[in-house]
T-cell receptor, first 117, second 108 residues
Framework: DGGITQSPKYLFRKEGQNVTLSCEQNLNHDAMYWYRQDPGQGLRLIYYSQIVNDFQKGDIAEGYSVSREKKESFPLTVTSAQKNPTAFYLC????????????????FGEGSRLTVL | KNEVEQSPQNLTAQEGEFITINCSYSVGISALHWLQQHPGGGIVSLFMLSSGKKKHGRLIATINIQEKHSSLHITASHPRDSAVYICAAGGNTDKLIFGTGTRLQVFP
């Protein structure tokens, strides 16, 4: 079955360490997204990519980095520059966003919960 | 004021009750999404609609473009419907604006 796989599900990090969250999809979707979820807040967009080797900053990109070397993979690195990294991170994809707006169903992974000790 | 607001924030119901969750938005949209977040954190897309009404099983989503309002209804609610329901507005950019969610608990 097609879907999005995020790993690890739980991750603990010491302050000052970079960590990378994996997101892999086998849906043949062009567009992939990383969101952050904090208690009492809506999902916030960190980065998104509409095509291989290209990505754009979302609303809260500071302290994060991404790459899109393959269509199937969109890893997120939480760097030591991110001041409050403890959060739940969700990866999502859509088939093809049309210019100027979304189209198509959103598919999400199961999420990765990062805790900074 | 948030661009996408949901009500209520929390909702409890007895099994079999009819449930309504509301979503109001202040932005122009191309589509309105309803999502379900399970207790484990994973999110599933329920509906994407830009006009009218859609139905899937016991779930019904409606949208009124003029009033900038959407509702998600659950008929004959069941404990397995317990989850957080999130609406998200897709406007004329590549980004979605998410509501903060409605936590539903259905008791047997």
């Amino acid at each position: 079955d097609g879907g999005i796989t995020q790993s690890p599900k739980y991750l603990f990090r010491k302050e000052g360490q970079n960590v990378t969250l994996s997101c892999e999809q086998n849906l043949n979707h062009d567009a992939m997204y990383w969101y952050r979820q904090d208690p009492g807040q809506g999902l916030r967009l960190i980065y998104y990519s509409q095509i291989v080797n290209d990505f754009q900053k979302g609303d809260i990109a500071e302290g994060y980095s991404v790459s899109r070397e393959k269509k199937e993979s969109f890893p997120l690195t939480v760097t030591s520059a991110q001041k409050n990294p403890t959060a739940f991170y969700l990866c999502a994809s859509t088939k093809t966003p049309r210019r100027g707006g979304y189209t198509g169903e959103l598919f999400f992974g199961e999420g990765s919960r990062l805790t900074v000790l | 004021k948030n661009e996408v607001e949901q009500s209520p924030q929390n909702l409890t119901a007895q099994e079999g009750e009819f449930i309504t969750i509301n979503c109001s938005y202040s932005v122009g949209i191309s589509a309105l999404h309803w999502l379900q977040q399970h207790p484990g954190g994973g999110i599933v897309s329920l509906f994407m609609l830009s006009s009218g009404k859609k139905k899937h099983g016991r779930l019904i989503a409606t949208i009124n473009i003029q009033e900038k309002h959407s509702s998600l209804h659950i008929t004959a609610s069941h404990p397995r419907d317990s989850a957080v329901y999130i609406c998200a507005a897709g406007g004329n950019t590549d980004k979605l604006i998410f509501g903060t969610g409605t936590r539903l608990q259905v008791f047997p």
